[in-house]
């Protein structure tokens, strides 16, 4: 069967295929428990009505059960001939077992979930329970390895034993078999299995399944975009393990051949396999070498050792008198302090760097192998951990790469650290706008027409050597993600040796699985090193240059042209920064600064400096040791947990918006009104039925310029006649949710690793609780009332007040005030606030604001103004104010504004200090 996806295809699969595939299956087994109980009472006709509705879905069901080590054939050739044979009672009692063991996770710990006799012995809650309140042994962790084998199936069953004999005691994990005859069916499990390790790959395999699944090829297509015709004869092993490779980089993958194996070992097609194996040799090996391998992932080198250290009778004379918790446990006073938190937190304290532990200042240790490890899992050259968070993160990239002059073309509502991080540099902002969304008070992306045209200005202007930097929020705060890749192609071509910085403190997730990393700026910079390495590409490129000509900065007709970089010139040059503890198992503050730079080796000394500038020299040990974590556990299980975030975010998004009573007041924002027609070329609405299915919203994400992740949900309040900062202090006093960020009528709500189905349960239902209040309290008011809540929701969702734009830097802080271009000296401008006499307040309200807005002298801001909503400069240093800024200033009814004092009013710069031209500070 084909690969190749098209419109002819089957398109009436929803995104349950793709999400979480382990989850939607135990929920199809419960679904099934609760029709076999049914069959189990019913009498007569009801009887075979309900045997007829378990027989259907246990046949949808089975045509996936392969992708997965438990049930197992045994126990699903039990539950057929129980069907066949109408026997209820048997049918029931082994689906029963079947689903309370996939609830539970029993089947990984008990032999008695894979016997069909024995009694089922699953307790749902037992894998919930926190460490520190289990009893018993603790389990060794469990995993499945994926054998693609041409064996014919019926010895697969003692294939499956042989392997289970080499198990030993002193083993550190345990292993589950599952095979696959073909490409396709070995593609299927990779993808839907979230609890493979590896895979072993034994040469001789067919491309084709033997199973007639026609959607489950096209949706094999859309994930692996493999071309069958081009698979060489002989090389379908090494294509499907290249294939598994892109989808899921953190497989271990093994190949056995019968060819010998030191000839075919120096191929660079074997670069994804780490092994090769003559496959009638070393059984054991192999066994081994996949324990390795895992256990290769699951070591953390820092907490490791931060563990054995705390083990030790450490004496300590040294800071940090909480070490070891003796001021603590002795107190007459704070012993609940050492009751709250327990010994070991205590005991893994110190200033110390030796004795085991490293420096995070100049690791040469276990937080050094600690960051390599983390590079590797990320997909980075390098990496760095940072323990002020990403803020931190942002202004050591900025400081690093950038030095007086240095033009950055950046986000103009990206994070306050972006902004600061230029003025510690020297480094000139040119503010480039996204596109606004002035119905929510928020902003979105900057659209890469906006990019190249300043790229373009500079260069007409003689100073494109002087633009080092791109630098945007990937995703920003409300889920708009760019496409990195042709973001990064189109801008190279203007200038090869950009440098881009992504700040994805919102995505850090995004890496560890396909869906999302097709959208991260280092899944970007790998597919451009692959792609620029390409002698197709050479070609592509020779064909563009013989049509195009050289690059005229003035041709309009360039701004919405694909443009393409020389592969001869160009560099990669990304730096990711992510907030790890904003996404992943990581206490508050970790981050993590990801490098892939061609010409790292330029900057490596200025950007060590720029990370002892801003690193403590106190880091906390317990926040390096949750970075390691976070590490491990992304390597081994971001694949799952990442995916079934996703789909727990798409429920939510269908429960609320297909509501009846719900969606009258409250919605969640789509795609479709988060972004513009014009940057969803697929004409993508939103998530799912009716709307989409999977092939279209694969489709929408490789090539639309924005979109929208689903797991950052914008939950419109104001229909329901509430503010977001008044909703969101609402839902945490009375319902216990924490959202996230606000705007002037919504908030933000999150999926990540750590919610659950009841999670969503508890938003839904205090939804629903909300709305039946509002339908109350209108029907009790009557006219007036309504009319009253519907004035309240016009001025929320209608009257709101347009969002303003950066206007220009002061002439005074320009090189050259006609520019075309909007860059300035930020740096000069913020360090003359630190003067009074340079500056002068005026309150908001003042007439003589008004009069200087018509008449002059201009109003230039001395510092930063960021009002929370929206959480972003509408007035940065040396910036002139416009009405646009004034008069959505005096519209705000937010309490948090940032640079702001209401009683002085709004500081300026006066007008008599800036007759001087002010260049940059060297």
């Not at 503050?589 to 950007?607: A, C, T, Y």
């Not at 490789?702 to 909703?727: H, K, M, W, Y």
């Not at 309290?777 to 347009?802: H, N, W, Y």
């Given at each position: 069967?084909?690969?190749n996806?098209?419109?002819?295809?089957?398109?009436?699969?929803?995104?349950?295929?793709?999400?979480?595939?382990?989850?939607?299956?135990?929920?199809?087994?419960?679904?099934?428990?609760?029709?076999?109980?049914?069959?189990?009472?019913?009498?007569?006709?009801?009887?075979?009505?309900?045997?007829?509705a378990?027989?259907?879905?246990?046949?949808?069901?089975?045509?996936?059960?392969?992708?997965?080590?438990?049930?197992?054939?045994?126990?699903?050739?039990?539950?057929?001939?129980?069907?066949?044979?109408?026997?209820?009672?048997?049918?029931a009692?082994l689906?029963?077992?079947?689903?309370?063991?996939?609830?539970?996770?029993?089947?990984?710990?008990?032999?008695?979930?894979?016997?069909?006799?024995?009694?089922?012995?699953a307790?749902?809650?037992e894998?919930?329970?926190?460490?520190d309140?289990?009893?018993?042994?603790?389990?060794?962790?469990?995993?499945?390895?994926?054998?693609?084998?041409?064996?014919?199936?019926?010895?697969?069953?003692?294939?499956?034993?042989?392997?289970?004999?080499?198990?030993?005691?002193?083993?550190?994990?345990?292993?589950?078999?599952?095979?696959?005859?073909?490409?396709?069916?070995?593609?299927?499990?990779?993808?839907?299995?979230?609890?493979?390790?590896?895979?072993?790959?034994?040469d001789?395999?067919?491309?084709?399944?033997?199973?007639?699944?026609?959607d489950?090829?096209?949706?094999?297509?859309?994930?692996?975009?493999?071309?069958r015709?081009s698979?060489?004869?002989?090389?379908?092993a090494?294509?499907?393990?290249?294939?598994?490779?892109?989808?899921?980089?953190?497989?271990?993958?093994?190949l056995?051949?019968?060819?010998?194996?030191?000839?075919?070992?120096?191929?660079?097609?074997?670069?994804?396999?780490?092994?090769?194996?003559?496959?009638?040799?070393?059984?054991?090996?192999?066994?081994?070498?996949i324990?390795?391998?895992v256990?290769?992932r699951?070591?953390?080198?820092?907490?490791?050792?931060?563990?054995?250290?705390?083990?030790?009778?450490i004496?300590?004379?040294?800071?940090l008198?909480?070490?070891?918790?003796?001021?603590?446990?002795?107190?007459?006073?704070?012993?609940?302090?050492?009751?709250?938190?327990?010994?070991?937190?205590?005991?893994a304290?110190?200033?110390?760097?030796?004795?085991?532990?490293?420096?995070?200042?100049?690791?040469?240790?276990?937080?050094k192998?600690?960051?390599d490890?983390?590079?590797?899992?990320?997909?980075?050259?390098?990496?760095y951990?940072?323990?002020?968070?990403?803020?931190?993160?942002?202004k050591?990239?900025?400081?690093?790469?950038?030095?007086?002059?240095?033009?950055v073309?950046?986000?103009?509502?990206?994070h306050?650290?972006?902004?600061?991080?230029?003025?510690?540099?020297?480094?000139?902002?040119?503010?480039?706008?996204?596109?606004?969304?002035?119905?929510?008070?928020?902003?979105g992306?900057?659209?890469?027409?906006?990019?190249?045209?300043?790229?373009?200005?500079?260069m007409?202007?003689?100073?494109?050597?002087?633009v080092?930097?791109?630098d945007?929020?990937?995703?920003?705060?409300?889920?708009?993600?760019?496409?990195?890749?042709?973001?990064?192609?189109?801008?190279?071509?203007?200038?090869?040796?950009?440098?881009?910085?992504?700040?994805?403190?919102?995505?850090?997730?995004?890496?560890?699985?396909?869906?999302?990393?097709?959208r991260?700026?280092?899944?970007g910079?790998?597919?451009?090193?692959?792609?620029?390495?390409?002698?197709?590409?050479?070609?592509?490129?020779?064909a563009?240059?013989?049509?195009?000509?050289?690059?005229?900065?003035?041709?309009?007709?360039?701004?919405?042209?694909?443009?393409?970089?020389?592969?001869?010139?160009?560099?990669?040059?990304?730096?990711?920064?992510?907030?790890?503890?904003?996404?992943m198992?990581?206490f508050r503050?970790?981050?993590m600064?990801?490098?892939w730079?061609?010409?790292?080796?330029?900057?490596?000394?200025?950007?060590?400096?720029?990370?002892?500038?801003h690193?403590?020299t106190?880091?906390?040990?317990q926040?390096?040791?949750?970075?390691?974590?976070?590490?491990?556990?992304?390597?081994l299980?971001?694949?799952?947990l990442?995916?079934?975030?996703?789909?727990?975010?798409?429920?939510?998004?269908g429960?609320?918006?297909?509501?009846?009573?719900?969606?009258?007041?409250?919605?969640?924002?789509?795609p479709?009104?988060?972004?513009?027609?014009?940057?969803?070329?697929?004409?993508?609405?939103?998530?799912?039925p009716?709307?989409?299915?999977?092939?279209?919203?694969?489709?929408?994400?490789?090539?639309?310029?924005?979109?929208?992740?689903?797991?950052?949900?914008?939950?419109?309040?104001?229909?329901?006649?509430?503010?977001?900062?008044?909703f969101?202090?609402?839902?945490?006093?009375?319902?216990?949710?924490?959202?996230?960020?606000?705007s002037?009528?919504?908030?933000?709500?999150?999926?990540?690793?750590n919610?659950?189905?009841?999670?969503?349960?508890?938003?839904?239902?205090?939804?629903?609780?909300?709305s039946?209040?509002?339908?109350?309290?209108?029907?009790?008011?009557?006219?007036?009332?309504?009319?009253?809540?519907?004035?309240?929701?016009?001025?929320?969702?209608?009257?709101?007040?347009?969002?303003?734009?950066?206007?220009?830097?002061?002439?005074?802080?320009?090189?050259?005030?006609?520019s075309a271009?909007?860059e300035?000296h930020?740096r000069?401008?913020?360090?003359?606030?630190?003067?009074?006499?340079?500056?002068?307040f005026?309150?908001?309200?003042?007439?003589?604001?008004?009069?200087?807005l018509?008449?002059?002298?201009?109003?230039?801001?001395?510092?930063?103004?960021?009002?929370?909503?929206p959480?972003?400069?509408?007035m940065?240093?040396?910036?002139?104010?416009?009405?646009d800024t004034?008069?959505?200033?005096?519209?705000?009814?937010?309490?948090?504004?940032?640079?702001?004092?209401?009683?002085?009013?709004?500081?300026?710069?006066?007008?008599?200090?800036?007759r001087?031209?002010?260049?940059?500070?060297?």
């Amino acid at each position: 069967m084909s690969t190749n996806a098209n419109a002819d295809e089957p398109r009436n699969q929803d995104l349950a295929p793709i999400f979480a595939a382990a989850v939607n299956r135990t929920d199809q087994w419960r679904e099934l428990h609760a029709l076999s109980r049914a069959w189990a009472t019913a009498q007569g006709d009801k009887a075979e009505s309900q045997r007829t509705a378990a027989a259907g879905l246990f046949q949808t069901i089975s045509r996936l059960e392969q992708c997965w080590a438990y049930p197992g054939s045994y126990l699903l050739t039990a539950l057929s001939e129980a069907l066949a044979q109408r026997d209820a009672a048997i049918f029931a009692r082994l689906v029963q077992k079947v689903s309370g063991a996939l609830l539970s996770g029993n089947y990984r710990r008990s032999e008695y979930a894979w016997d069909a006799a024995a009694e089922s012995t699953a307790r749902p809650l037992e894998k919930a329970l926190p460490p520190d309140v289990e009893t018993g042994e603790a389990q060794k962790p469990n995993f499945e390895v994926l054998v693609v084998t041409p064996a014919d199936p019926v010895t697969w069953e003692r294939a499956r034993a042989d392997m289970k004999r080499m198990r030993r005691a002193e083993d550190p994990f345990h292993y589950e078999v599952i095979q696959a005859g073909s490409f396709e069916d070995a593609a299927l499990a990779v993808l839907a299995n979230d609890n493979l390790q590896a895979v072993v790959i034994v040469d001789g395999f067919q491309y084709e399944s033997r199973v007639e699944m026609p959607d489950l090829q096209v949706f094999l297509g859309r994930h692996l975009t493999l071309d069958r015709t081009s698979i060489e004869p002989g090389a379908l092993a090494t294509a499907l393990a290249k294939a598994i490779k892109k989808c899921r980089p953190e497989l271990d993958i093994y190949l056995l051949s019968d060819r010998r194996a030191e000839a075919v070992a120096g191929s660079d097609a074997l670069d994804p396999i780490r092994r090769v194996f003559h496959h009638i040799e070393e059984p054991m090996e192999i066994h081994l070498s996949i324990l390795d391998g895992v256990q290769d992932r699951y070591e953390t080198p820092y907490f490791d050792n931060l563990k054995k250290y705390a083990q030790r009778p450490i004496g300590t004379f040294h800071a940090l008198p909480i070490a070891r918790g003796k001021s603590v446990f002795r107190s007459n006073w704070i012993r609940d302090f050492g009751q709250f938190y327990g010994t070991n937190i205590f005991f893994a304290e110190s200033s110390a760097t030796t004795g085991g532990l490293d420096s995070l200042l100049e690791p040469t240790g276990n937080i050094k192998k600690a960051q390599d490890m983390a590079a590797r899992a990320f997909g980075a050259k390098r990496a760095y951990f940072a323990t002020n968070g990403t803020s931190t993160s942002n202004k050591i990239v900025v400081q690093a790469v950038c030095k007086p002059g240095d033009i950055v073309i950046v986000d103009r509502n990206c994070h306050k650290s972006h902004h600061y991080g230029m003025v510690l540099s020297g480094a000139q902002p040119y503010y480039v706008e996204a596109f606004p969304l002035t119905q929510y008070s928020m902003y979105g992306a900057v659209p890469l027409r906006t990019i190249k045209k300043a790229l373009f200005d500079c260069m007409a202007e003689g100073k494109l050597d002087r633009v080092k930097v791109i630098d945007m929020t990937n995703c920003t705060f409300d889920g708009h993600m760019y496409n990195p890749q042709r973001l990064m192609e189109e801008c190279l071509a203007i200038k090869p040796d950009l440098i881009f910085q992504w700040d994805e403190a919102w995505s850090g997730f995004a890496r560890f699985n396909p869906f999302h990393r097709r959208r991260t700026g280092l899944g970007g910079a790998a597919a451009l090193t692959e792609r620029y390495r390409d002698p197709k590409y050479r070609e592509e490129y020779k064909a563009w240059t013989a049509k195009v000509g050289k690059l005229d900065p003035k041709n309009p007709k360039l701004l919405d042209m694909h443009l393409m970089p020389d592969p001869d010139k160009v560099r990669i040059r990304v730096y990711q920064t992510n907030s790890t503890h904003k996404s992943m198992s990581c206490f508050r503050q970790g981050s993590m600064i990801l490098v892939w730079d061609e010409d790292f080796h330029k900057v490596e000394g200025p950007f060590m400096e720029a990370f002892l500038a801003h690193t403590s020299t106190s880091p906390n040990l317990q926040l390096i040791a949750s970075l390691d974590i976070a590490r491990r556990q992304m390597e081994l299980e971001g694949y799952g947990l990442t995916m079934r975030m996703t789909d727990l975010a798409l429920r939510i998004r269908g429960a609320v918006n297909t509501h009846p009573l719900i969606s009258k007041y409250f919605r969640i924002a789509t795609p479709e009104d988060m972004i513009p027609a014009e940057y969803r070329q697929s004409g993508l609405k939103d998530y799912g039925p009716p709307h989409s299915n999977w092939v279209d919203v694969i489709q929408a994400w490789n090539e639309d310029e924005f979109v929208l992740d689903p797991t950052r949900l914008t939950l419109i309040c104001g229909s329901a006649g509430f503010n977001g900062t008044q909703f969101k202090g609402l839902l945490a006093e009375r319902f216990d949710i924490q959202t996230n960020k606000t705007s002037r009528n919504s908030v933000l709500v999150q999926t990540n690793i750590n919610n659950t189905h009841s999670d969503a349960a508890l938003l839904i239902k205090t939804l629903v609780e909300l709305s039946r209040e509002i339908e109350r309290q209108l029907a009790q008011e009557g006219k007036a009332g309504q009319e009253a809540f519907a004035a309240k929701v016009k001025s929320l969702m209608t009257d709101v007040p347009d969002l303003p734009n950066f206007s220009r830097f002061h002439d005074a802080f320009r090189d050259n005030p006609k520019s075309a271009s909007n860059e300035g000296h930020m740096r000069p401008a913020f360090f003359m606030a630190y003067d009074e006499d340079n500056c002068e307040f005026i309150k908001l309200a003042s007439p003589q604001i008004d009069e200087r807005l018509k008449k002059g002298p201009e109003l230039v801001s001395a510092n930063f103004v960021i009002p929370y909503p929206p959480g972003f400069p509408i007035m940065v240093p040396g910036q002139v104010i416009k009405p646009d800024t004034v008069a959505f200033m005096r519209k705000l009814d937010v309490k948090e504004i940032h640079g702001y004092n209401a009683a002085q009013g709004l500081k300026l710069i006066r007008p008599d200090k800036l007759r001087a031209p002010k260049k940059a500070t060297k």
